[in-house]
């Protein structure tokens, strides 16, 4: 079946950086979306995306869904302490599938 | 706006019993899916229910079994608990056929 690997797994960062992550598949996908998920909680919807090439942003966020369809990129601006957590993408292999498969995750700390 | 929301919100339970989960769609919503979260991994896809019958399944047991009725809202029912089984439970509503899914906070079940 399809797998989402993301990268980095786990990232340090200072205040004020900002942070790029990326998720690949081994086949293509139609929809992209990303997900930020705090300890104990569920996952929250930050970006959705729906046609190759979409660029698509959300305040400090940006999402790129790849022109392959195989990938998509997570990009962050001025990184503030709320940022910190566990960011997953996640995608609809074909249309009419409604399953979601989630990626392995990127895990976001942000040293003081 | 009510979001998702889910019962109980924590739950111990002893091998070979049984337990059910319940969860409540965001308002507008008629689609509920249930996700498995291993600690330290993404969320895996249970099954989804829409117009109160099971649409599409995930690798999962016959042991997990589910129910949606009338006002949308679900239950995951869960037989014979393993350890393993021992996850948080997520559950997701969306509109239909679109794919953007809207988590609840979970129910974090430990079997002993």
């Known amino acids: 079946g399809q797998q989402l690997n993301q990268s980095p797994q786990s990232m340090f960062i200072q205040e004020g950086e900002d942070v790029s992550m990326n998720c690949t598949s081994s086949?293509?996908?139609?929809?992209w979306l990303w997900y930020k998920q705090d300890p104990g909680e569920g996952p929250v919807l930050l970006i959705a995306?729906?046609?190759?090439?979409e660029l698509t942003s959300n305040g400090r966020l940006t999402a790129q869904f790849g022109i392959t369809r195989k990938d998509s990129f997570l990009n962050i601006s001025a990184s503030i302490p709320s940022d910190v957590g566990i960011y997953f993408c996640?995608?609809?292999?074909?249309?009419?599938?409604?399953?979601?498969?989630f990626g392995t995750g990127t895990r976001l700390t942000i040293i003081p | 706006d009510a979001g998702v929301t889910q019962s109980p919100t924590h739950l111990i339970k002893t091998r070979g019993q049984q337990v059910t989960l319940r969860c409540s769609p965001k308002?507008?919503?008629?689609?509920v899916s249930w996700y498995q979260q291993a600690l330290g991994q993404g969320p895996q896809f249970i099954f989804q229910?829409?117009?109160?019958?099971?649409?599409q399944r995930g690798n999962f047991p016959d042991r997990f079994s589910g129910h949606q009725f009338p006002n949308y809202s679900s239950e995951l029912n869960v037989n014979a608990l393993l350890l393993g089984d021992s996850a948080l439970y997520l559950c997701?509503?969306?509109?239909?056929?679109?794919?953007?899914?809207?988590f609840g906070p979970g129910t974090r079940l430990t079997v002993t």
């Open positions: 086949s293509i996908f139609n929809t």
């Open positions: 997701a509503s969306s509109l239909s056929r679109l794919y953007e899914q809207y």
């Open positions: 996640a995608g609809h292999p074909n249309f009419g599938n409604e399953k979601l498969t």
């Open positions: 308002s507008g919503h008629d689609t």
């Open positions: 995306l729906y046609k190759a090439g």
């Open positions: 229910y829409y117009e109160e019958e099971e649409r």
